[in-house]
């Protein structure tokens, strides 16, 4: 059973910057993709950014530019570099990974507010 466990939430500031961390139990390179999503409160579950496993980074137009999908095969975990948060980044952040079957994590909550 592959786990997947998110670090790096919390309260920031409007401006300020946070790093997501997704650590899998297992070896990554196998993923096919691995992405980040977010759901906020009353809605639904959205897709921030994903990184395939030859390096190939897509992001949603809100992310663009201000947040970088990284992995790192050796250390079996994915990033999600997060600057000039804004109010609306408000969500819990969830870490997902695609080979053949699917996995997720449980999520890590990000609040941005003065």
């Known amino acids: 059973q592959v786990q997947l466990v998110e670090s790096g939430g919390g309260f920031v500031q409007p401006g300020g910057s946070l790093r997501l961390s997704c650590t899998a139990s297992?070896?990554?390179?196998?993923?096919?993709?691995m992405a980040w999503y977010r759901q906020a409160p009353g809605k639904q579950r959205e897709l921030v950014a994903g990184?395939?496993?030859?390096?190939?980074?897509k992001y949603t137009e809100s992310a663009e530019g201000r947040f970088t999908i990284s992995r790192d095969n050796a250390l079996k975990t994915m990033y999600l570099q997060m600057n000039n948060l804004k109010p609306e980044d408000t969500a819990v952040y969830y870490c997902?990974?695609?080979?053949?079957?699917?996995?997720w994590g449980q999520g890590t909550q990000v609040t941005v507010a003065s």
């Open positions: 997902h990974a695609k080979a053949g079957w699917e996995y």
């Open positions: 297992t070896d990554i390179f196998p993923f096919v993709v």
């Open positions: 990184i395939y496993a030859n390096g190939q980074t």
